[in-house]
């Protein structure tokens, strides 16, 4: 019988109660005790909702309070010295002062936590939205059994009747997502390892666990010989010990170079990710032998949209005609985590829409029923067949979806539409006359405080206790002082502060056709961070202008240039759930050509500097190195569609935060903005030597105020780090800016340190 099996459930629950009872924990207005009552209360939740909806192979094991990398680094005794731990269990105040940082509490100091011990690095988990601590390693390091998490879980869920399937961070994954302080290479640490996954594997076969799931997600990556090489080491010594049986899951593309490595390891299943890997599946049923199990990931558990349910049986039906169905489970492509808890909450959205989404509830259910479809025969589940064909043919042929201007516009773009006029050399000499700048001009990224202020009249405008008049006169005295202010400190190039923004892309989603927002879309971010990506479902077009009403009346309260301020079209792409029906690209540049007509109507309305941000241009690459090109040229020519419609001397800047440019200098050059302004303050600088390097030949906004800290920076401090950028640039290349948009700040540190900042600019200047 084909087992319904799933990898992981969204943890934050579907009104996000995790995230609350995290909060009022930080807050003290929750015992440890009753957190982790509420916790439990959501795993039983979950496990019972799962297997309400027919999943057999229930994950246990998915949950972490904070971070699952985090759980797995402290289960296993890699613990930094300074958090309060030596051995036994990991407490609670350790767990937390690794994700977030010592906070000098009472229960820190009980613990032996060191004041100021900061907070894990924390990075993006492949190529999701979700964020991992990264577990800290060294030389040597000796791993311990510090507490059986897994087994503890498959207790808890036995105890209420559920039996599942523990879910462990695998061992090469774990050690190739973690850094050494000293630079060792972290896979060398795999022989002091293996024996805690022994041990843990041991105890759950001693609980008669029947499965473990492996989670070994870089074997979506490139593997050097090494890591492959470290597979077979690693599972080949799991494999000698009591253990339950193991399903190995790769996830987030394709096994390619590594599925020789992976169809030998003595595991009993493998699970394939049949959406983004969908073109594996053939060499996967050569090359794994009949023996094994295959976990079929057929339902995207990366997106929003309901699976085609004909096709994905399909798919199904070719493996059991090759295999039989003896050794089958079907299963969504990779964790839940990354998608929404149940599309039913949706009350407010548009019902046409919301019958072609499926969240993380209705992904199971179209795990479940395919399942039955594969054992049963499509008679069977022919009623849920024909619906699933309703949406899709809906889809297909709803004019909502497919705007034919649109279509037109896109065929119609030239290789013109991609270039400035002009090179930029000559660009710069008419931009220097159109506006005059001293050297080293200092400027700000865009938003200045979003104070509660500002959000409680957001709030009342949408509560309807605010007149949208009242509003908009609120909006407009807020930009009023920030003009007046940033012409008193002395700033060469103004920002309106942003202050009518609720976010950087929901603001132009909102205002765009094609895109969808709903009210509890929440994914998991990092810890209780949650986010509600916009839906992009159908061709994106801009009704009428989005912020030229806001720049130009800034524009019209001073002399001096103000930057119009826009959302880039990769940004824009990356930061929502984006169409399946076509190519990425296509979404991409449908944006651009939306920006682009935006661009050209905040020229139009006398605004000489406009600034398109793109700090997701970065973590949009693929996950594997041959696929940066492809990638690279379209976001390329994104940038370029949407920035180059605007005459010579109107200036062209983008901003990209937390980036590293070294692998794509090419593609940072060839956006060709005339300024880039990127973050540099913690780095000191030593982020510019790919600029310096590959001699960028435009200019470059160094930010010299790391605005992640409340820390208000000296101008002394400033001037330092200007001096380090003069070291790799050209005078006349440098702006003076912060790292990033300032809406998280409080006005009492953003006022000294521009002060400070203008300071440091005047100091160069006078050849300081
Ligand atoms: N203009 C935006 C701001 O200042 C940029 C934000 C970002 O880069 N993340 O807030
Ligand atoms: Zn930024």
Known sequence: MTLASNLGFPRIGRQRELKFALEKFWSGELDEAGLQARAAELRATHWRLQQGLGIS???????????????????????????????????????????????????????????????????????????????????????????????????????????????????????????????????????????????????LAEAKAPWVQMDEPVLALDLSDKAKLAFALAYGRLAQGPAPELLLASYFGPLGGNLATVARLPVAGLHLDLVRGAGQLDDALAAVPASTWLSLGVVNGRNVWRTDLRAALATLQRVAAARGTRRLMVAPSCSLLHVPVDVEQEAGLDPELKGWLAFATQKLGEVALLARGLDEGEAAVAAALKDSDRAVQSRRDSARVHDPKVAARLASITPEME????????????????????????????????????????????????????YDQAIAGWIDEAVHWQEEVGLDVLVHGEFERNDMVQYFGEQMAGFAFTRHGWVQSYGSRCVAPPVIWGDVSRPQPMTVRWS???????????????????????????????????????????????????????????????????????????????????????????????????????????????????????????????????????????????????????GVWDIHSPRVPDAGEIAELLQRARQRLQDWQIWVNPDCGLKTRKWDEVRPALVNMVAAARQLRRGG
Not at 129 to 151: D, I, M, S
Request: aromatic share 8%.
């Open 57 to 203: 192979h229930v994950p246990g094991n998915d949950f972490a309070l904070y971070d699952h990398v985090l759980d797995t680094a402290c289960m296993v005794g890699a613990v930094p010295e300074g958090y309060g731990w030596s051995e036994g269990p990991v407490s609670l105040a350790t767990v937390f002062a690794l994700a977030r940082g010592a906070r000098g509490t009472e229960a820190e100091r009980a613990a032996g936590i060191a004041a100021g011990s900061p907070a894990l690095e924390m990075t993006k988990w492949f190529d999701t939205n979700y964020h991992y601590l990264v577990p800290q390693l060294a030389r040597g390091q000796r791993f311990v059994l510090t507490g059986n998490q897994p087994l503890a879980m498959f207790r808890e869920a036995q105890a209420r009747n559920t039996r599942t399937r523990p879910v462990l961070l695998g061992p090469v994954s774990f050690l190739m997502l973690a850094k050494t302080v000293d630079g060792s290479d972290p896979l060398d640490l795999l022989d002091a390892l293996l024996p805690v996954y022994a041990e843990i594997l041991a105890q």
């Open 552 to 702: 130009a009346y800034a524009q019209s309260r001073t002399d001096r240039p103000v930057k119009g301020m826009l959302t880039g079209p990769v940004t824009m792409l990356q930061w929502s759930f984006v169409r399946d029906d076509q190519p990425r690209e296509t979404v991409c540049r449908q944006i651009a050509l939306a920006l682009r007509d935006e661009v050209v109507d905040l020229e139009a309305a006398g605004i000489a500097i406009i600034q398109i941000d793109e700090p997701a241009l970065r973590e949009g690459l693929p996950l594997r190195r041959p696929d940066w090109p492809g990638y690279l040229d379209w976001a390329v020519a994104s940038f370029r569609l949407c920035s180059s419609a605007v005459r010579d001397e109107t200036q062209v800047h983008t901003h990209m935060c937390y980036s590293e440019f070294n692998d794509i200098m090419p593609a940072i050059a060839a956006m060709d903005a005339d300024a880039i302004s990127i973050e540099t303050t913690r780095s000191r600088m030593e982020l510019l030597d790919a600029f310096a390097q590959t001699a960028y030949p435009n200019e470059i906004g160094p």
């Open 419 to 470: 270039r400035r006029a002009t090179p930029f050399a000559e660009r710069r000499a008419r931009q220097r006359t159109h506006v005059s700048l001293p050297a080293f001009p200092t400027t700000t990224i865009g938003s200045f405080p979003q104070t509660p202020e500002v959000r409680k009249a957001r709030a009342a405008l949408h509560r309807g206790s605010l007149a949208q008049p009242d």
